[in-house]
């Protein structure tokens, strides 16, 4: 399965995804069917998980599909049958001037790209790199105990909060 | 190119092998489940008559219902969103396939025995929300769109307890993996006595019963029907549906159904685990299936008992009843299963 | 001076540092863990007991008396034991949790200073628990306060047992929460809650000085939590003294919250909405206290971070020193008998704080157990006559009660004897010992001390002098002259004055536990009592500095116990001159505010006095509100108002001006620039105003382009 | 594998997500927007995790998981309340902290 010391397979498979993730992530901003867009978004966060399965880090990529696309995107469906229900195109979804925003996104990708080409260079991930999720969980429960139980807090914030803001009266 | 030919063509065909049989169980499933409960055990449960006339006491009858689905034209309604319309039962049907990649049927006999296996399972079965989501909006059709919402808020509702119920018996097996559970029974003692194992259904009673109904739920059948509730919304997210994407629809829910009886009886019953032979006997994958096989029978007899027998639900009971009962107990029952695992 | 101070006192500390332990002392988790029992106890069943859960309260704080009385019997026989030599306390520690490598603990500190703690806040809290069930009697949520009271008296008690910083942390913000919640017990009025509200916002300022001063510590000391390794480290000169200023202030903001410091006193006087027994317990006694053991059980950081050995001034004995005073002056315009006493409850508290300040450890913590017993006295003393007139209003319905309430009386006139500093009451004692330990004195030929303190004797004399005339005006309002009020007021009954009595009891009592060393009436046995057992004897890496004790004068107790007199004397005589006139026909109102009503310099004063120096006015009209509208609101307040207001003033004055020499010179030249100008001015205005877009995205868009280019910046640069 | 294909292809998606957030005036397509930076950075997180053999990059990843779980609850609940409000989810009219 080796070439050179490259692994064929993968890289494959990373090409792939990657021209996958990256139609639908522009499709995502340029759709203007707002329904479309939630599914584009559904491709990209699966494409996110393919890449953490291809990086052995089977917990993330797992919890990716169940809380993201399980719940995250249920949601953002859910908020948009609630509000409006048209099929098809809508009508101002965009600002009619576009090119700044071309414009920041541009000079975001060349920056970090040229950051991320200059610190880098040829640098190789390593060969097998699988962690269980016993190995996730153990650091979860000890060096990361104090953030953990914050996040749990901040989950239950924003329970509250949206209960709170979204409800009627 | 320097391909070490004989182990890449061995990992192929592997692969192949294996989609080849999940992609087979599934209509096997659905047809024997189909068949046996849908159409034998409600016509004795309900005293109607089932179908008699294809093959010998009806045997052929959903053949020939598929060749019918299959024979009906391909129809999309006028103002429907194509795409998504026609994606819909396909994702429905990707997450029921997805199912089957973790379900072991013996020591080796697992397409991909992953490490979070059990929760691999569960967030497959939380894709499904997604198709049917797409299927309610694309049809264009108020009832479709309700009968989507409904699923969408049923099966939401009641991932929660599907997931809460499992946590008890991880607890106690320590692990995500579907087949170190079914290890994890297989090697336990009941009061010091190795000869049968330990299924978990002994201790996790309470978890079994919270999964069979959520189970109900998630199939979206009676009594917890209401997304395809034919009287109220005219078959729900489904109505626009014909031929082969109806079909799909048909498979998914059966398949489903087989599925989630398997991973119940891995994770209640001792999975493809035969009490008084050796766990790690090669032989286990020969007769897995098998064992599996009657085991996912009785646990389906149950399910389908249920559907058969109980009246439809309002939507608003179907809410309590996940919200304020089943995840409170599910909660309580990880609290008991906690504190019991760290006592003894 | 102070040198000389410390070389004797580093001959006299012990080399040597005992270990002991015992069975009360290392199990006295058990102290805070009954109450907290009892509070799960009376909310599940509270209700269904017989009264209300209320017995159910007294017995769990009983039982934790008796624990801290066999704790505190067991620590004297151990310093006993020991002869002089230093004690090691007796720490018990478990491991809570581990995260990034750190080991968070749990565990019990015991020694002289929470012995004294657990003492006062179990004895105070039962009496209180044992007033309050004729208190609040048939309240609706009788058995809520009572479960929120022993969820008070556990918490304090784990603050004060508390053996790492995290400990303290939680104890601290557990009292917090019980505050908010009792001083909100009647919180369908709505003042009642606002004070609440206001109790607890007010403190969450000083908390996050808290937090940040226990982090810096956390780190500062090399990755630990502990109490007694924090102050060994700081006090062996392993942490650098500009860390050791940073977090010793930090924590003085959490002190100056807590415990009512000037300039975030505010709360306090407010916090006397909630039910009488609960001012006295936690407003007067216990949770206010905290501060204050905060200083004293950190001492060793603040001694060497405020550089207390050798100086004349440091932040902490500031504080307290103006705190003094300014409680002391607003206890004067006070009306409402709580309020008189809540500011005097600041002023005391300001006491020990510059008692701590100036190096005074043992005085400070003798103050506070002086305190605790003649204050909680006296608020339940008003607690008592309140329920007698049904009303707090000393000038409305008052006056002549010492007929009608013999034994409230009574008990109320010793214990503010006591807080007067009258000999041989218990604040006299801790009082001049504070005075004495500012070793200001030292100018007047007193010798010992810290350092020089002349400017905080100075304050501790005129609040000497104040704090008898203000408790001579609330006493001679209260229970002298004649009744205003309606009604016919009777004594309470058995339940509010056996409390009382003993409270009377301790005030005179409490203070011979620690008579002054060169006190030669009694024998030499009986002296300095409380610091030989409370204060750890210094010695060679010991979480306790070396401090300098001053030497207590007879002269200086003479001229305080002059000054009280005069002070006390002066009131007493103003008022019962006044008291006459209003007899021979003025009116009763004329009581108080007869020179004010003349005088208008002293009216300005009364002014601000009941304006309570404007402080709340600072608070809510200019932070809260400043902080309350969002940014691009006050910039644009800003533009409305300042850029376009002086824009307009301009313009309106240059136009006045411009009529004024109308008739001398040529109108349209002047008019033309002026208008110009404005108009100009004001364009400005609108253009820049238009950069407020209140779009979202244009913001987003901002950030992300200048994060872009500072991040270009960096990556080029570096 | 190298670890700049993981980095430039984030790279590339957080640019595509910058767009989005600032080219969309529609409430929702712009938290999809957001979602997508999050990603991002989520795969930047697992891919140096990988790169130095340790595991607080996942650890990271899950809690950014889980803190863009809240957001969007949040978020949408705003938006649920302004579209009560002005019958559009449209940002840009959304402006009363105009100066």
């Known amino acids: ?139 979860i429960f000890s060096t990361y105990i104090v953030p953990f139980e914050a996040v749990s807090v901040l989950l239950l914030a924003a329970l509250i909060g949206a209960i709170v803001i979204a409800r009627r009266n | 190119m320097i391909w070490t030919l004989a182990l890449e063509l061995a990992y192929w065909q592997q692969t192949a092998i294996k989609l080849v049989v999940v992609a087979l169980v599934i209509p096997t499933g659905a047809i024997i489940l189909g068949y046996v409960f849908l159409m034998k055990m409600m016509s004795f449960m309900q005293s109607r008559l089932g179908p008699m006339e294809a093959g010998p006491y009806g045997t052929l009858q959903l053949l020939a219902d598929g060749v019918k689905f299959l024979q009906k034209e391909d129809v999309f309604p006028r103002r429907a969103d194509r795409y998504v319309f026609a994606l819909a039962p396909v994702v429905v049907l990707m997450s029921t396939f997805l199912l089957y990649v973790v379900l072991p049927v013996g020591p080796d006999a697992v397409v991909s025995g992953l490490d979070a296996g059990l929760f691999f399972a569960l967030a497959a079965a939380s894709l499904s929300v997604i198709g049917v989501l797409m299927a309610g909006w694309g049809s ?161 007899a149950l399910i389908f008992w249920f559907r058969f027998t109980f009246p439809r639900l309002r939507e608003d009971q179907l809410q309590k009843l996940a919200w304020k009962v089943l995840i409170p107990l599910a909660l309580l029952n990880i609290v008991v299963t906690g504190v019991v695992k760290v006592l003894v | 001076m102070s040198l000389q101070g410390v070389g004797v006192l580093a001959a006299e500390g012990a080399a040597e540092i005992v270990q002991v332990g015992g069975w009360f002392l290392s199990n006295a988790w058990i102290i805070p863990a009954i109450p907290a029992a009892s509070f799960f106890a009376i ?54 949790w581990v995260a990034g490598g750190v080991d968070f603990t749990i565990g019990t500190l015991v020694d002289g200073l929470a012995v004294a703690l657990l003492f006062v806040v179990t004895a105070i809290s039962l009496l209180v628990h044992v007033y309050s069930t004729d208190y609040v009697a048939g309240d609706v949520r009788y058995t809520h306060f009572f479960a929120f009271l022993s969820l008070f008296t556990a918490s304090m008690l784990f603050f004060v047992l508390a053996e790492n910083t995290i400990q303290m942390i939680v104890g601290w913000e557990l009292v917090g929460v019980c505050s908010f919640v009792l001083i909100g017990h009647w919180w369908e009025e709505k003042p009642n809650s606002d004070a ?80 009488t027994p609960v001012s006295a317990l936690i407003h007067a006694a216990t949770m206010v206290v905290a501060g204050v053991y905060l200083v004293a059980r950190l001492y060793g950081v603040f001694f060497e971070g405020m550089v207390i050995a050798g100086s004349s001034i440091n932040a902490l004995a500031l504080i307290g020193g103006l705190t003094t005073l300014v409680g002391a002056s607003l206890a004067f315009v006070q009306n409402d008998i709580k309020r008189v006493l809540a500011y005097s409850t600041i002023s005391q508290l300001g006491y020990m704080v510059m008692a701590l300040g100036v190096g005074a450890w043992t005085a400070a913590i003798f103050h506070l157990f002086t305190h605790a017993f003649f204050k909680a006295c006296l608020f339940l003393g008003s607690g008592s006559v309140s329920h007698a007139v049904h009303s707090f209003d000393m000038k409305k319905d008052m006056g002549g009660l010492r007929r009608h309430m013999p034994h409230t009386y009574r008990t109320f006139l010793i214990a503010s004897l006591a807080l ?54 609330c006493v001679y309002l209260t229970f002298f002259g004649r009744y205003r009020g309606h009604g016919h007021p009777h004594e309470s009954g058995r339940r509010i004055t056996v409390p009382l009595w003993i409270l009377a009891v301790f005030a005179v009592g409490a203070g011979w536990t620690n ?173 820049l105003r238009r950069m407020q877009t209140g779009k979202v995205q244009q913001y987003a868009g901002v950030m992300f382009v200048a994060s872009v280019i500072l991040a270009a910046a960096l990556i080029l640069v570096l | 594998m190298l670890l700049n294909q993981f980095l430039i292809l984030s790279a590339v998606l957080f640019a595509i997500g910058v767009y989005g957030v600032l080219a969309r005036r529609n409430g929702v397509l712009v938290l999809m927007s957001i979602e997508l930076i999050l990603n991002a950075v989520n795969i930047n997180l697992v891919a140096f995790g990988s790169y130095v053999s340790s595991i ?16 969007v609850g949040v978020g949408l609940a705003i938006l649920l309340l302004l579209y009560r409000n002005r019958q559009s989810v449209d940002l840009s009219e959304a402006d009363l902290m105009k100066g």
């Open chain 2, 140 to 300: 264009a059709n108020k009832y479709a769109l309700m009968g989507g919402m409904r699923a969408a808020g049923q099966l939401i509702a009641y991932e929660l307890p599907l997931v809460l119920a499992a946590i008890g018996v991880v607890i106690q097996a320590g692990t995500l993996d579907l087949n170190k559970i079914v290890l994890a029974q297989a090697n336990g003692e009941l009061f010091g006595w190795g000869g049968m194992g330990f299924p978990y259904i002994l201790t996790q009673f309470v978890g079994f019963a919270i999964f069979l109904v959520a189970v109900q739920a998630e199939l979206t059948q009676p009594p917890f029907d209401m997304p395809v509730a034919e009287s109220e919304i005219v078959g729900g997210y489904q109505v626009e549906y014909t031929g082969f994407r109806f079909l799909f629809f048909f498979m998914g829910e059966f398949g489903t159904a087989f599925a989630f009886a398997g991973i119940a009886s891995v994770l209640f019953l001792g999975g493809w685990y035969v009490p008084g032979l050796d766990p790690t006997s090669g032989w286990f994958n020969l007769i897995g299936p098998f064992v599996m096989f009657i085991k996912i029978m009785a646990v389906s």
């Open chain 3, 515 to 687: 008579l002054p060393k060169g006190f030669q009436i009694v024998p030499k046995s009986w002296t300095e009592q409380f610091g030989h057992y409370v204060e750890p004897v210094a010695a060679e890496h010991f979480y306790f500095p070396v401090i300098a004790h001053a030497t207590p004068s007879w002269t200086l107790a003479i001229v305080s116990i002059l000054v009280v007199l005069v002070g006390g004397g002066l009131a007493f005589a103003y008022y019962a001159l006044v008291d006459r006139r209003a007899a021979a026909g003025g009116s009763a109102t004329e009581l108080a505010d007869g020179p004010t009503s003349r005088w208008g310099a002293a009216r300005l004063g009364h002014t601000l006095l009941v304006q309570k120096y404007y402080l709340d006015h600072l608070y809510t009209g200019i932070v809260a509100k400043g902080t309350a509208g969002p940014v691009a609101r006050g910039a644009y307040w800003f533009n409305q108002h300042g850029i376009d207001e002086v824009v307009n003033q301009a313009g309106r004055k240059a136009l006045a001006a411009g009529h004024v020499v109308y008739d001398k010179i040529d109108q349209k030249v002047i008019d033309g620039v002026v208008n110009t100008t404005g108009v100009a001015s004001h364009g400005a205005g609108e253009e």
């Open chain 3, 420 to 473: 007067a500093g009258l000999p041989p009451l218990a604040g006299f004692w801790s009082k001049d010992e504070i005075l004495a330990g500012t070793g200001g004195w030292g100018v007047f030929g007193g010798t010992g001390g810290n350092g020089a303190y002349t400017a905080m004797l100075v304050m501790g004399m005129l609040t000497a002098a104040l704090t008898a005339a203000y408790m001579t005006r």
């Open chain 3, 196 to 275: 609440a509200l206001k109790a607890f916002l007010t403190n969450r300022v000083g908390d996050i000085g808290l937090l940040v001063g226990v982090s810096v510590l956390f780190f500062a000391a090399g990755g630990t939590f502990s109490i007694l390794e924090i102050n060994t480290r700081a006090l062996d000169g392993e942490i650098g003294h500009t860390l050791l200023l940073i977090s010793a202030l930090c924590l003085l903001a959490a002190v100056i919250s807590k415990s009512g410091q000037f300039f975030l006193h505010t709360w306090l006087p407010d916090a006397m909405a909630g039910p």
């Open chain 1, 1 to 139: 399965m080796t070439v050179l010391g490259v692994l064929v397979a993968q890289n494959i498979a990373f090409g792939v995804i990657a021209a996958i993730m990256v139609f639908a992530a522009l499709r995502l901003v340029t759709t203007r069917n707002v329904v479309h867009a939630a599914l584009f978004l559904v491709v990209v966060l699966g494409g996110v998980a393919a890449l953490f399965l291809l990086m052995g880090a089977e917990f993330v990529g797992i919890t990716q599909i169940l809380v993201y696309i399980g719940a995250v995107v249920v949601l953002f469906l859910f908020g948009i049958m609630l509000t409006r229900t048209r099929i098809g195109n809508e009508e101002g979804t965009d600002h009619p001037r576009r090119l700044p925003a071309v414009l920041a996104a541009a000079l975001v990708a060349t920056i970090t790209i040229y950051a991320v080409v200059t610190g880098f260079g040829d640098a190789e991930l390593p060969a097998d790199t699988r962690t269980t999720t016993a190995e996730v969980a153990d650091s």
């Open chain 4, 56 to 71: 607080s990059g996942e650890v990271f990843a899950l809690f950014i998981i889980t803190v863009a779980a809240a957001e």
């Open chain 3, 43 to 96: 909310l599940f069943f509270g209700k269904r007991l017989p009264r209300g859960g209320s017995e159910l309260g007294i017995i769990a704080v009983g039982a934790s008396l008796v624990l801290a009385l066999c704790t505190a019997g067991q620590w004297i026989s151990t310093v006993n034991g020991a002869h002089g030599a230093a004690v090691e306390p007796v720490v018990n520690r478990w491991t809570w």
